[in-house]
Each structure stands twice: as structure tokens, then as C-alpha cells.
């Protein structure tokens, strides 16, 4: 998860809303994706940082299941993201703070442990480091709240 | 959702589940964006029909809110790509056939109707040219079946 917070306060660098992610293969340990939120630069409602990291790790593995991989993201996945989850069969899902905006993992609903979708990931685990990840979301709205 | 269902014959095409998509300005009724399904050839998770047309079309407006649109695509959208139409603030979907094993507005939830998320679409009308979207869907898998 501290990957995970790292490639978030890259976001944050880049005037984007800190979130991060990162994939990791479950038998080597290996890193074989990150991620940042890159909305607002691209403007493109998809960049996600989890759907960036699922992009790379696709491309990196050179095909769209990524088995044996779990993924480390800092805030609670959106249905997009949930979803994307499902669809690549990723097989562990961490992450950090709630998000009762959209949090599709736990809070407004968990897509992740609905049955009648054809995957749900093996392991899902919340809340890791979460006032770390929280804190970086308060900090960067307040810094955005101060200079309006 | 002729032109959504253009679309999904060129999947066909390509050897793809078909399923195609197209945004709309619900302004001019110009189609700003086209997308059709790419699993396979890309081996991305990611690159359904609606993800690869809402790209577009954030690309082709400049903003990753795509306001004062409607999208069509043949199938009921996944959980991934509903969350990308809360995520893009679309807001009007139009499809073709149910989708059991995924679909995510109206067969195994409704995402879009669901109030606690930040956007819900204005109107959302599902089986539209349904069969003709299903017989496509229903070739493509006996062909593959025949090769078997």
C-alpha cells in the first residue's frame, strides 16, 4: 500500500485528485503495474488510476486475465473501476480509505461480492492505511478550498 | 442503434463478441464518437464497446464530462461500463439485448438508478432492436461453437 500512496502523491504533483494504485503478481511479488489519476490532464472520464493500472498490467502480461494478481489502490474502487476488476479477474483487492461518494466496494454497494457476475476476487480486504490515504484527499480539497 | 449495430458487425468482423456503441450530441443529434469491442485483438480487459466510444468522445469535446449526450450500444452495459457513464455524466442510454451474466441496468442490478451515486442518466430505454442484437450475439458464439 505504501506503493499505492506513493503513485497517489505523484497525482497530487500533477494538480490531480491523490489517488493511487499499483498491481502486483501474487507468486513473485512482483510490481507489474502503477497508476495515478490522470482525469483532469486528459480529460478523459475513464483514467482512473485502477483502470491505468489494469491497462499496463494486461499489456505487460500480454493478455486481458490477469490471474494471480492483486491490487493495491488507495481509495475505494467506483463501479467503473469495480467493475473493471471483475471483467480482468483479479484475484485480491486492498485498498484504503471508504469512499461514500462512490465507493462500490463495501459502502454504497460491493459488486465484488455479487455472485451473479462470472468472477469475484479471492481476498478483499479495506481500510489498509486508510488515514494516510484519507489524509491526503482532506489535505489536497483544502489546499483547492484555500486558493478559490 | 443501426449505426451501434454497424458497429458490432465490425466486431464481427475483427472476430470479437460483437458489440458496438455510439455517442450522440443529444443537441445536433450528431454522432460524435463510435466504439466497438476489442478484447481479444488488444488482450485489455478494458476495451469494451462503451469504454473505447466514451474515450472518443471525451477526446473529441475536450472534457471528460460528456453533458448533453446519449449513448447506444447493442448489449445492456457491464458493471465497468455503467460505472463509465456515471463516471463521463451521460445522459441518455439507449440499448439492444439483456445481458444476464453482466448486465448492470436492469438484468443483475441497476447502477444507473442508483441515487447515491452522483450522476444518474435521464433516461435509460433497454431493448431497443433487442433480437437483432441478439441474433448477432447468437451467431457469433454457434459459429465458434461449430469450430470447436
Excluded at 489494469?54 to 486481458?64: D, M, P, R, V, Y
Excluded at 466496494?105 to 480486504?125: A, R
Excluded at 486508510?130 to 489536497?140: H, M, P, V
Aim: aromatic share 4%.
Amino acid at each position: 500500500m505504501d506503493l499505492a500512496l506513493d503513485e497517489a502523491k505523484k497525482a497530487q504533483e500533477r494538480k490531480e485528485v491523490p489517488i493511487g494504485c499499483i498491481i502486483v503478481n501474487n507468486v513473485t511479488g512482483d510490481v507489474i503495474a502503477r497508476g495515478s489519476n490522470e482525469r483532469e490532464e486528459t480529460q478523459n472520464a475513464i483514467k482512473h488510476a485502477e483502470i491505468i493500472a489494469i491497462e499496463k498490467a494486461c499489456s505487460k502480461i500480454g493478455s486481458w486475465r490477469l490471474e494471480h494478481t492483486s491490487l493495491f489502490v488507495t481509495l475505494e474502487p467506483c463501479p467503473m473501476c469495480a467493475g473493471a476488476i471483475i471483467n480482468s479477474r483479479i484475484e485480491g483487492v486492498y485498498y484504503g480509505a471508504k469512499d461514500p461518494k462512490a465507493g462500490s466496494v463495501g459502502s454504497i454497494n460491493n459488486l465484488l461480492t455479487e455472485t451473479s457476475y462470472n468472477h469475484q476476487p479471492i481476498e478483499i480486504i479495506s481500510e489498509i492505511k486508510a488515514e494516510d490515504s484519507a489524509k491526503l484527499l482532506q489535505n489536497f480539497f483544502r489546499e483547492i478550498r484555500r486558493k478559490k
